[in-house]
Nanobody, 126 residues
Framework: QSQLVESGGGLVQPGGSLTLSCAASGFAVNYYAISWFRQAPGKGFEGVAC???????VYADSVKGRITISRDNVKNTVYLRLNSLKPDDTAVYYC????????????????????WGQGTQVTVSP
């Protein structure tokens, strides 16, 4: 059974950093594109970044330059490094696996997300 489990969220001061983890089981993370989405209180889902099976990355304009997505194939885990955090980054962060394996490139599109983790809360506050 395929599963994604996020961890690494927490409370951080503005300007701080966090690394979120998305541990996969039941499939290999390098076979699928993995995306990160977030949902701020009272708002809809926002795509943040994606990492394709072939290693290409895409970042949302709202976070470009502050966020890095990466993976460790041995640990079967995808990471999201968040830097220079702002209060507007406060949200529940979710990782999601594309429905189709081995697609070239990736797009941060919720319609492609077929398997989701449970989310991890990131709160940016003084």
């Amino acid at each position: 059974q395929s599963q994604l489990v996020e961890s690494g969220g927490g409370l951080v001061q503005p300007g701080g950093s966090l690394t979120l983890s998305c541990a996969a089981s039941g499939f290999a993370v390098n076979y699928y594109a993995i995306s990160w989405f977030r949902q701020a209180p009272g708002k809809g889902f926002e795509g943040v970044a994606c990492l394709s099976s072939d290693g290409s990355t895409v970042y949302a304009d709202s976070v470009k330059g502050r966020i890095t997505i990466s993976r460790d194939n041995v640990k079967n885990t995808v990471y999201l490094r968040l830097n220079s955090l702002k209060p507007d980054d406060t949200a529940v962060y979710y990782c999601a696996r594309d429905t189709v394996p081995r697609s070239p490139g990736c797009t941060i599109d919720i319609r492609n997300a077929g398997k989701w983790g449970q989310g991890t809360q990131v709160t940016v506050s003084p």
